[in-house]
């Protein structure tokens, strides 16, 4: 293990440097960053480091109150996935993005840190065991089909490990779950959706949530299995049935355990389901409830606004996922409550393939397309809040500031919060 970086105000700075190698904690070896965390919460520690050189030098520290040593690790290369799923995102894109977005992640050690879905394909007992012995809990598990023939088909693996026996040894050891099943029209839904439901319900309470989602599919998909989206009759068709299951396990288990993601409702024309049925809202990042939350959050601070005077003109753009309910629930209020010279507009994503709706994945040319067309009708343009990185950058590696030159127009990146944007560009 490396050290990659040295707080100033931790007691190693100073002596020890970016370079150096972890050697050993308390006599044994230490794998990645986890495992070394895991490994210093002893009161009494000794922690070995070897030098550019090689040469080592020993620190000891007596009633550690297990304080962060302000040490940053170089956990060096991810886990990958060796599936080649029926639906994998990264087999349907085109070349010359940015490598990141080709890195197919299957790192359990990534689900517990930032919430990655895994399916458990590449994990030995070895690493199950450290799951269980370093209590890294809740994971995230992508399941996709209970039916081990089935979900060998979907991930073109033959030598896959049944899931429920993994995930039965995982919650008998105390490791909450939370699951999800990528459903595809005429492969695993019906009858395979309801045995997923009911086996993995089994395993509840430590199974703790089911996350449905629909498959994203792009335009890249010469010599890819054969699939298609869900049609509006079918995901309504997939959220009756879920809505059902939901009221039925409430009363048995006091949960509704499993949610249709906000992608169903959008594509059925359903209203969403009120907050409260959301429960903990334990798979926000996952597109469950995010469209309610993004609507409550701007009703109770909606209030706030009233004081907005300007004259500005704004233009929003968005998916068409996400514009439904924009311009149904937010624009008009904005428009003849406030007062507020708004447009929302979406932006059909040319890149990735009109079936592509999600904010997420707009890229900056197909933004800049659109708002160049309007380009004299706004003085200020706000993007997605999730649609650039943390450098700036789009996923088609356009800048911001190239984007901005480009328009020659003020340009805001969105907050999850609408109101607080709102209040941002007019006030």
């Not at 996400?322 to 007062?339: G, H, N």
Request: charged letters at 25%; hydrophobic letters at 35%; proline letters at 4%.
């Amino acid at each position: 293990m490396k050290v990659s970086a040295v707080e100033p105000d931790s007691p190693l700075f100073g002596y020890v440097r970016p370079g150096y190698t972890i050697k050993s904690v308390n006599g044994s070896d230490v794998i990645d960053s986890i495992d070394f965390r895991f490994k210093t919460t002893d009161e009494a520690l000794q922690i070995i480091f070897a030098d550019t050189k090689g040469k080592e030098l020993a620190f000891e520290f007596e009633d550690f109150d297990g304080s962060d040593l302000g040490l940053t690790l170089d956990d060096g290369k991810i886990k990958v996935c060796r599936n080649s799923c029926i639906f994998c995102f990264v087999h349907q894109q085109p070349k010359g993005m940015r490598k990141s977005l080709y890195i197919k992640d299957e790192d359990y050690r990534l689900s517990f840190t930032h919430g990655n879905f895994v399916t458990l394909s590449n994990t030995t007992q070895e690493d199950l065991d450290r799951i269980v012995e370093q209590r890294l809990s809740p994971i995230y598990v992508s399941v996709h089909a209970s039916d081990d023939t089935l979900r060998r088909c979907m991930l073109k693996n033959e030598k896959l490990a049944p899931i429920i026996p993994t995930l039965k040894y995982l919650t008998q050891n105390g490791i909450t779950v939370h699951t999800q099943v990528v459903l595809c029209p005429e492969v695993n839904d019906g009858k395979y959706l309801t045995k997923t439901i009911d086996q993995l319900v089994e395993l509840c309470p430590d199974v703790e949530t089911l996350a449905v989602v629909p498959v994203g599919l792009t335009k890249y998909r010469d010599h890819l299995p054969n699939l298609r989206n869900y049609r509006a009759d079918e995901a309504a068709e997939v959220i009756d049935y879920i809505e059902k299951r939901q009221k039925e396990l409430l009363k048995a288990h006091g949960t509704r355990f499993v949610w249709a993601s906000d992608e169903f409702y959008v594509e059925a024309k359903r209203p969403m389901p009120a907050r409260h049925t959301y429960e903990d809202m334990s798979q926000f990042e996952n597109g469950i409830g995010m469209v309610r939350e993004f609507m409550m959050m701007f009703n109770y601070r909606k209030k706030k606004l009233k004081k907005l005077k300007s004259d500005k003109r704004v233009l929003f753009l968005t998916g068409y996922s996400a514009y439904p309910f924009l311009s149904e629930e937010i624009l008009p209020y904005v428009q003849k409550e406030l007062k507020l010279n708004l447009e929302i507009l979406p932006v059909e994503n040319k890149f990735w393939g009109k079936m592509v709706t999600v904010s997420g994945l707009l890229t900056g040319q197909d933004m800049l397309r659109q708002a160049r067309i309007h380009h004299d009708e706004f003085d200020t343009l706000v993007l997605p809040p999730n649609c650039i990185n943390n450098d700036d950058l789009f996923l088609d590696n356009l800048s911001l500031q190239q984007f901005e030159t480009a328009l020659n127009k003020k340009v805001v990146i969105g907050q999850y919060n609408l109101a607080e944007t709102l209040h941002e560009v007019f006030n």
